[in-house]
């Protein structure tokens, strides 16, 4: 599609406004509208009822060339990739998704492709998105996207149907909310601190409603890895799109790939992005900013991403929350993980490390764990695995050698997928193990049932690996192996 110019301008607009504006097909009401989807990202574990249902009622894809599926979910990421699952659902579903791309004429990157790896690691390294795109996918880690300019949303099953029936989505249009980072980061912190900060200062649904535009000099910073771990885990804080500024970053990592403009379309593009930006005087109805020299490594102590504390402190104590739902779930989330007040967190002991998932699986988190852990040794009762965020992250890594160097230290090198951020496909957690995770949630049994998360920056997990326990990421580095 190309979107329908904007409209003249009348008041100032944010990035998420002029992007949703240029895609309205049809206002429904004051807060609905149907949307153009430029890009459709299936998965093998919620597209088989949409498919179903275009099968139910004879209905074809409206433009299969605009969706693509991947494999990411269910498939098991043993050192070597085999097309045999032994677990029967996940087999069936992958061989659905397979018919299903088949039938319909969808391009699919399936269990043996050069390509495979998590949807949104995949889709940007591919050349797939683009700023000012609108993409969705029955996912909530869409938001991923935002980091590149573009509008990306996870939507439900019912909805998946729409989208591949029509190439629009009835939408309810989201608040603005901007998050700015200034300063410079210190030494140990990373992306994923700075939004478990923000995630820790307003909690699980403080941006529900809104789009979160980040912004501020030391965003400005930090390279695209590091800006698609703010948009990827800013969902955990209950917001349905992420938006950033495109700017010279974004155009290099996005120049050459497979699919993305080339030659005078190129030039064209570029222009085109260099205008993507809030105009100024645009209205966000809640503003934040967080000074990062302030920010400390993060680890969460309990079951959800607002739990986090600085390593360097304790598990909190119930009795001081005043209030009682609150309080209430201070003491469930304590029993279930297993801990007490007043522990200091480097005294936790982990039993499993895991680097990976659409939040930190790319090759600059593999780079900086590898960083910690060279010339170390994995702690003898701990098991450590890196599942790399797609087969070419993989490859690149193995040809800079940090394959080699996570072997040597203990740990285990896998195939690329999901892998143990779900627990879904033969990755898993046994009942009371506590592991150090990359990973974006810490729920309840996320990783296993009765499993135990915490989740921290992948230089944090292979600290943690190498102590056997939770540690400060400052302390290993100020050290020579």
């Known amino acids: 599609m190309n979107p329908r110019p904007d409209p003249a301008p009348t008041t100032p607009r944010t990035i998420y406004d002029k992007i949703v504006d240029a895609h309205t097909v049809r206002r429904i009401d004051e807060r609905h509208l149907l949307l153009y989807v430029d890009r459709h990202i299936l998965n093998e574990y919620t597209s088989p009822q949409a498919f179903s249902g275009l099968r139910e009622h004879n209905r074809r894809v409206h433009r299969p060339a605009s ?3 991947i494999v990411d979910h269910v498939n098991p990421t043993a050192a070597q990739r085999v097309r045999a699952i032994a677990d029967p659902q996940a087999a069936a579903q992958v061989d ?3 018919r299903n791309c088949q039938d319909f004429g969808i391009e699919l990157i399936g269990l043996l492709d050069s390509r495979q790896g998590i949807e949104h690691v995949v889709c940007p390294e591919q050349g797939l998105v683009s700023p000012g795109m609108v993409i969705a996918c029955g996912d909530s880690h869409t938001t991923t996207y935002g980091a590149f300019g573009a509008l990306g949303f996870g939507i439900g099953t019912s909805d998946v149907e729409h989208v591949l029936a029509t190439q629009t989505v009835v939408y309810e249009r989201l608040r603005n909310m901007r998050v700015r980072f200034d300063g410079t980061l210190p030494p140990g912190v990373t992306a994923k601190d700075l939004v478990m900060t923000v995630i820790r200062a307003i909690g699980v649904a403080g941006a529900t409603g809104f789009a979160v535009e980040f912004a501020g000099s030391a965003t400005d910073r930090l390279d695209v890895a590091g800006r698609m771990t703010l948009c990827n885990m800013i969902v955990e804080a209950g917001a349905r799109g992420a938006v950033m500024a495109p700017d010279a970053r974004v155009c290099d990592y996005l120049k050459d ?4 403009p080339r030659g005078a379309l190129w030039s064209q593009a570029t222009a ?6 809030s105009d100024a005087g645009a209205v966000f109805e809640r503003d934040l900013a967080f000074d990062v020299a302030a920010v400390a490594p993060l680890v969460t102590w309990g079951t959800s991403p607002d739990q986090a504390v600085g390593i360097t402190d304790s598990v909190p104590d119930p009795a001081a929350e005043p209030d009682p739902a609150r309080r209430a779930s201070i003491v469930r989330a304590l029993a279930y993980m297993g801990l007490e007040p007043g522990t200091p967190m480097r005294s936790v002991a982990i039993d499993r490390a895991f680097i990976g998932s659409c939040t930190n699986g ?3 988190d593999l780079r900086a764990a590898a960083g910690i852990v060279a010339g170390r040794k994995v702690a003898p009762h701990v098991r450590a695995m890196v599942v790399p965020g797609s087969s070419q992250v993989r490859r690149e890594a193995e040809q800079e050698g940090l394959d080699r160097i996570f072997v040597a230290a203990g740990f285990e090198w896998r195939q690329s997928g999901c892998s143990m951020c779900l627990a879904m496909n033969g990755d898993v957690l046994g009942a009371g193990e506590r592991c150090a995770s990359s990973t974006n949630r810490n729920f309840e049994g996320r990783q296993g049932r009765a499993g135990r998360t ?6 944090m997990v292979a600290a943690a690996a190498v102590a056997g326990h939770l540690v400060d990421v400052r302390d290993l580095a100020r050290e020579v192996p």
């Open 454 to 459: 915490h989740l921290m920056s992948p230089a």
């Open 96 to 98: 659905y998704v397979e």
């Open 272 to 277: 085109a992005w260099a205008n993507l930006r």
């Open 257 to 260: 790939r497979p699919k993305a």
């Open 67 to 69: 969706t693509l599926a």
């Open 362 to 364: 790319r090759l600059e």
